[in-house]
């Protein structure tokens, strides 16, 4: 078979056709759902909002479950002159697949949906269930998609014990890299208040910028503990800061600081909190603090799952995987919560949120045969 024409670059480039800017879908999830309902999945529409959500399932649930898990959506392509072809138009060039969401993660539901009917078709009956949880809600806010999936499962008392996520995990080859983490992640929204008044009478004024600085310098300068095995140390940056003036001979009134904390389990949201809020009251400061909670840390320690993906990828690309929880947040997080092994693996992510983004024309179709192995190692040994 011409490797232009295996399957799952075929759905691949289908995906791609789909203009599914979050929080659209348009089409990608219905093209999916058509694929597996046809080798028996039920699939189940679970809307919230303007997100597209989509439960499928196939065996029986009194043996374990392994949920592919998933995104169609697609981060905006940026400027449309700095493109090689079309972002919505796949295309074949340079030996790869050219388009928005091709590494992140259209690959990763082709790989997944291909790998899943082959898997169907050789094992009519095997010990366990399938299931896909797919959202057109990962790359946007997050709320009506996954989150709200998990918890309409978990009033189901639905079950999962192993989640395998086609995030984008390897870095220079594929399967170099598997996930079995992420970070937290914290952002405050930081108001100090001051006095406005002329840049010429500073006496009568009392800067809010100067009054923060000392604060920004120690909060920079914190050493918020040293991390752990697989996670680094807790990181703190400082990602936008404005004043309420425009003029360059007013001090402002107040000054607004916008920060983000990654964090490894060594925390949780409150103990955060406190920490920087005791910081605050230390300095004496007039201000206001709100925060936006974007996702607890998970980690699934090595066992049976990890155990299996080790030795699938150490048989197909000659060299076992670096397990790692680098990177942002993922959907991951959400599905950890339900008590299940959750590791993330796919395509590369060298061109992930990028212009001109791409995966290798062979890169699908080995994907798919990774995961393909993954599910006759779990279920039939």
Same mark, same amino acid.
């Given at each position: 078979?011409n490797i232009r024409?295996?399957?799952?670059n075929?759905?691949?480039?289908?995906?791609?056709?789909c203009?599914?800017?979050?929080?659209e879908?348009a089409?990608?999830?219905?093209?999916i759902?058509q694929?597996?309902?046809?080798?028996g999945f039920i699939?189940?529409e679970?809307?919230?909002g303007e997100v597209?959500n989509l439960?499928?399932?196939i065996?029986n649930?009194?043996?374990?479950?392994?949920?592919f898990?998933g995104?169609?959506?697609?981060?905006?392509p940026?400027?449309?002159n700095?493109?090689?072809f079309?972002?919505?138009?796949?295309?074949?060039a340079d030996?790869?697949?050219?388009?928005?969401g091709a590494?992140?993660?259209?690959?990763g539901?082709?790989?997944?949906?291909?790998?899943?009917?082959?898997?169907?078709? $050789? #094992?009519?009956h095997?010990? =366990?269930?399938?299931? /896909?949880?797919?959202? !057109?809600? &990962?790359?946007?806010?997050?709320v009506?998609?996954t989150?709200?999936?998990?918890?309409?499962?978990?009033e189901?008392?639905?079950?999962?014990?192993?989640c395998?996520?086609?995030?984008?995990?390897?870095?220079?080859f594929?399967?170099?890299?598997?996930?079995?983490?992420?970070?937290?992640?914290l952002t405050?929204?930081?108001?100090?208040k001051g006095?406005?008044?002329?840049?010429?009478?500073?006496q009568?004024?009392n800067n809010?910028?100067r009054?923060?600085?000392?604060?920004?310098?120690?909060?920079? $300068? #914190?050493t918020?503990?040293? =991390?752990?095995?697989f /996670?680094p140390?807790t !990181?703190? &940056?400082i990602?936008?800061?404005m004043?309420?003036?425009d003029?360059n001979?007013?001090?402002?009134?107040?000054v607004?600081?916008?920060f983000?904390?990654?964090?490894?389990?060594?925390w949780n949201?409150e103990?955060?909190?406190?920490?920087i809020?005791?910081l605050?009251?230390?300095e004496?400061l007039?201000?206001?603090l709100?925060?936006?909670?974007s996702?607890?840390?998970?980690y699934t320690e090595?066992g049976?799952?990890?155990?299996?993906?080790?030795k699938?990828?150490l048989?197909?690309?000659g060299?076992?995987p670096?397990?790692?929880?680098?990177?942002?947040t993922s959907?991951?997080?959400?599905?950890?919560s339900?008590?299940?092994q959750?590791?993330?693996?796919?395509?590369?992510?060298?061109?992930?949120?990028?212009?001109?983004?791409?995966?290798?024309?062979d890169?699908t179709?080995?994907?798919s045969?990774i995961?393909?192995?993954?599910m006759?190692?779990?279920?039939i040994?």
């Amino acid at each position: 078979m011409n490797i232009r024409n295996h399957p799952s670059n075929q759905l691949l480039i289908d995906l791609i056709n789909c203009k599914s800017i979050t929080p659209e879908d348009a089409g990608c999830q219905d093209i999916i759902k058509q694929r597996l309902q046809s080798i028996g999945f039920i699939c189940e529409e679970l809307n919230y909002g303007e997100v597209k959500n989509l439960w499928a399932t196939i065996g029986n649930p009194d043996g374990p479950t392994l949920c592919f898990a998933g995104h169609t959506d697609v981060v905006p392509p940026g400027p449309l002159n700095e493109w090689k072809f079309d972002p919505f138009q796949a295309t074949f060039a340079d030996n790869s697949i050219y388009g928005r969401g091709a590494a992140d993660m259209k690959s990763g539901l082709a790989a997944m949906v291909i790998a899943a009917e082959q898997f169907i078709d $050789s #094992e009519h009956h095997f010990l =366990g269930r399938l299931a /896909f949880l797919i959202t !057109s809600d &990962e790359e946007g806010p997050a709320v009506n998609g996954t989150l709200m999936v998990v918890e309409e499962l978990k009033e189901r008392k639905e079950k999962i014990d192993w989640c395998i996520v086609g995030e984008p995990s390897s870095k220079e080859f594929l399967g170099d890299t598997v996930r079995i983490g992420r970070r937290g992640s914290l952002t405050g929204y930081l108001t100090v208040k001051g006095v406005q008044g002329h840049v010429a009478y500073p006496q009568l004024a009392n800067n809010p910028i100067r009054l923060a600085s000392p604060l920004i310098s120690m909060l920079l $300068s #914190e050493t918020w503990d040293k =991390g752990s095995d697989f /996670f680094p140390p807790t !990181s703190f &940056e400082i990602v936008n800061i404005m004043s309420n003036s425009d003029a360059n001979n007013v001090i402002p009134g107040e000054v607004k600081i916008i920060f983000n904390l990654r964090y490894n389990p060594n925390w949780n949201y409150e103990k955060i909190k406190l920490h920087i809020l005791n910081l605050l009251t230390s300095e004496n400061l007039d201000f206001d603090l709100t925060w936006r909670e974007s996702g607890k840390p998970y980690y699934t320690e090595q066992g049976y799952l990890t155990d299996i993906v080790k030795k699938v990828i150490l048989d197909y690309c000659g060299t076992e995987p670096l397990l790692s929880t680098d990177g942002g947040t993922s959907d991951g997080r959400f599905i950890a919560s339900m008590g299940c092994q959750v590791i993330e693996l796919g395509a590369l992510n060298a061109t992930i949120h990028k212009v001109n983004e791409s995966v290798s024309i062979d890169g699908t179709p080995e994907l798919s045969n990774i995961y393909l192995n993954i599910m006759k190692r779990l279920f039939i040994g």
